[in-house]
């Protein structure tokens, strides 16, 4: 390999100024090509990891890592090895999901490294063992990992000592030590907020502190640092950090009630982290059937928890709720009694298994459900045991919850004086709280109560206050976030002029190079509400009027997988029934289980991306590159108006959909007329 090769060692010099200059795709073509020429030393391999993530390539960034790691082992040099070894298990561990494969990966580590924790590669082992134990449900060694990784990363490297932080507080927090782990997490937040750690630490810092509130049911907080992690991401974030983002803003969107924002956020979310998670897109996925069930669609609820599902991810206790919704109690009791004594072992990072947190919103499902079933003593069981979990962690949230829960019972077995007093508890702690859909169910309750009391004028009114709000979260269009229409002192323009285009917003004028994306933009734009297929966009901006056509005529948008990404599960593959035969060695039931399941998961994508004969199978059309293309060229063009526009910035990112169709889809009843 000859690294003195001037033509080869400029290509990497421009491949790492474009990285420095953010220009990720540039920057992966860039190394792309010194790989090729065999310019690429194992120093380089490592930033040309970095890079690949950045750029949307999660199997190229694993797979060079692993390259790394066998390169280094082969010269002798076994920290750097681990080093590489652990980078693979991290990836694996925050985007596949996949604890097998993370745990074979560490053991390799683990065999390289001198038992004196000295380096950043013992760091960043005991950063991934702590997690990986944590979301296995063995939070005893994850305490032991996490003390390790803050205290040798203290001395090695910062950002791993933050990461373990994080996992720290979330430990004290499932010990039942609230307001220590709060401030823990709060200690934590500050250093990813001084802006010393690196791009992907400090993404990985804001959203497993925000999972951590999440789960927590500490909504105002996680509110606070959601909004924090946005500022951040929208100059800083890479990778999947983006979607990430986004899911978290889905979440507070849904609590708050603007449930058609939620909804637009979480599909861009997929979108945006479909390249890098693949059973970790159950989150997400979940998220949007909790939203749409709150919206009254019950079929797309349905059918985002069933496509979570069958990505091995656990769809309860929104899917059991449906089934509640639709009458179908029987099961809805069946699904709801499985999910709680028999609990998928799915690693989510913000209900961690084997604690109270991840039983509390089964149980609350599992009160409504018996109640509805006039199954009182599973009711009151469930209604108590929530009730102990929420005076343990100390959650405002949790505690409305368990006086609704606890009033459900008391109106069923008819106390519906006692049922009062407990609905209006609740009422007011969820309006305390923000939640204006949980208040209205609360409403809704109380409206029963008072009229087995014989006060039917207050019964109509907490009624009819709450269809009023039921029917705003259902069917209220986007707005903007003040719910007002912006003043503006002249139209809203986006205009070509040469090179540039010239945009003004909201009274602001800001000028923006010609891209691809301002000419998407541009078309989107000039008819709200109406959609566009990506391949008529692309063919838009292109010289051959036929080019909509012609990309048709390719037949197909390629294998569902590649052949690198096949590679990549069939060694995931091989690592999972290592570590299965080791469960079985060390008779560890709870470990097998998990392993099984990522087992069945990606023998099931597999199968779907390979047919009969072991020939591929191809995606239906060429739209699914074009819709990569579009996706990619609008996103990034509205980040570059950010830069110059914050507000435009937002505006867009609220009202222009990507996808197979596109839309500029601003609210109706908050008209937006642009100048193209």
């Known amino acids: ?86 980078q693979v298990a991290m990836h694996l561990l925050f985007d596949t999901a996949l604890m097998a494969p993370v745990r074979g990966w560490l053991r390799r580590a683990e065999r390289l490294l001198d038992p004196e924790p000295t380096t950043p590669a013992h760091a960043w082992l005991a950063v991934v063992r702590t997690f990986e134990r944590l979301l296995s449900g063995d939070l005893d060694a994850a305490r032991e990992w996490a003390a390790r990784a803050v205290e040798t990363g203290s001395r090695t490297d910062p950002a791993a000592a933050a990461i373990g932080r994080v996992a720290q507080a979330r430990l004290v927090i499932l010990d039942g030590d609230v307001p220590r782990g709060l401030e823990l997490l709060e200690d934590a937040g500050a250093a990813a907020m001084s802006g010393d750690l690196d791009p992907l630490s400090t993404g990985v810092v804001y959203c497993e502190l925000v999972c951590a509130l999440q789960g927590l049911a500490q909504y105002e907080l996680a509110e606070q640092w959601t909004e924090a992690m946005e500022r951040w991401a929208r100059t800083s974030a890479i990778g999947s950090l983006h979607g990430r983002c986004r899911v978290h803003r889905a979440e507070i969107l849904r609590l708050r009630g603007q449930c058609a924002n939620a ?11 479909r390249p890098y998670v693949r059973r970790e897109l159950g989150w997400p996925l979940t998220e949007l059937g909790r939203i749409r069930l709150r919206r009254g669609d019950l079929t797309g609820a349905a059918e985002a928890l069933l496509a979570a599902h069958r990505l091995g991810w656990d769809p309860e206790p929104g899917l059991s709720l449906v089934r509640l919704a639709e009458g179908d109690l029987d099961t809805a009791a069946a699904s709801i009694r499985e999910a709680l004594t028999r609990p998928r072992p799915v690693p989510s990072k913000e209900l961690p298994p084997t604690s109270g947190l991840r039983r509390a919103p089964l149980l609350d499902a599992q009160v409504r459900i018996a109640v509805a079933r006039d199954d009182l003593e599973t009711a009151r069981i469930a209604a108590q045991e929530l009730e102990e979990v929420a005076v343990r962690f100390e959650s405002n949230a949790l505690a409305a919850s368990a006086l609704r829960a606890r009033g459900e019972v008391l109106l069923s077995e008819g106390d519906a004086a006692g049922a009062s007093e407990r609905f209006t508890d609740a009422v007011r702690a969820w309006n305390e709280i923000g939640a204006p859909y949980e208040t209205a169910e609360c409403r809704l ?10 006060n039917l004028q207050t019964e109509t009114l907490e009624r009819e206050a709450a269809h009023t709000e039921l029917e705003r979260i259902a069917h209220a269009p986007e707005a903007a976030a003040d719910g007002s229409q912006p003043a503006m002192t002249e139209p809203n323009t986006f205009l070509r002029e040469g090179d540039h285009w010239r945009v003004v917003f909201d009274g602001r004028h800001v000028t923006v190079r010609d891209s691809k994306g301002m000419h998407h933009l541009a078309r989107l734009l000039a008819a709200p509400g109406r959609e566009f297929h990506v391949l008529d966009l692309v063919a838009a901006d292109s010289d051959d009027p036929g080019a909509a056509g012609a990309l048709a005529r390719t037949g197909d948008a390629g294998p569902l997988l590649d052949d690198r990404a096949k590679r990549m599960y069939r060694r995931r593959l091989a690592e999972i029934e290592e570590d299965i035969d080791d469960a079985r060695a060390d008779h560890d039931i709870g470990r097998q289980e998990q392993t099984e399941l990522e087992r069945d998961f990606l023998i099931g994508e597999l199968a779907r991306a390979v047919g009969l004969g072991g020939r591929d199978r191809h995606a239906g059309a060429a739209s699914e590159r074009a819709r990569a293309a579009v996706t990619q060229a609008v996103r990034k063009a509205i980040a570059r108006l950010r830069d110059t526009s914050p507000p435009l910035g937002d505006h867009l990112d609220r009202t222009i959909r990507t996808g197979t169709y596109c839309a500029y889809a601003p609210a109706p009843r908050l008209p937006s007329p642009w100048s193209t």
Not at 263 to 273: H, N, S, T
Not at 446 to 452: F, N, T
């Open 445 to 454: 309750r109380l409206a029963d109560a008072h009229r087995a009391l014989g």
């Open 263 to 273: 909804e637009q956020q979480v599909l861009l979310a997929c979108d945006e982290l």
């Open 1 to 86: 390999m000859n690294h003195a090769s001037g033509d080869g060692r400029a290509l990497v010099e421009g491949a790492r100024n474009a990285a420095a200059g953010g220009a990720w795709a540039d920057a992966y073509a860039g190394y792309q090509e010194a790989r090729e020429a065999g310019e690429l030393a194992p120093a380089d391999l490592a930033d040309f990891a970095g890079v690949a993530y950045a750029a949307g390539h999660l199997d190229v960034a694993i797979e060079t890592w692993e390259r790394v790691h066998g390169e280094l082992s082969g010269l002798g040099e076994d920290n750097g090895a681990a080093g590489a070894a652990v």
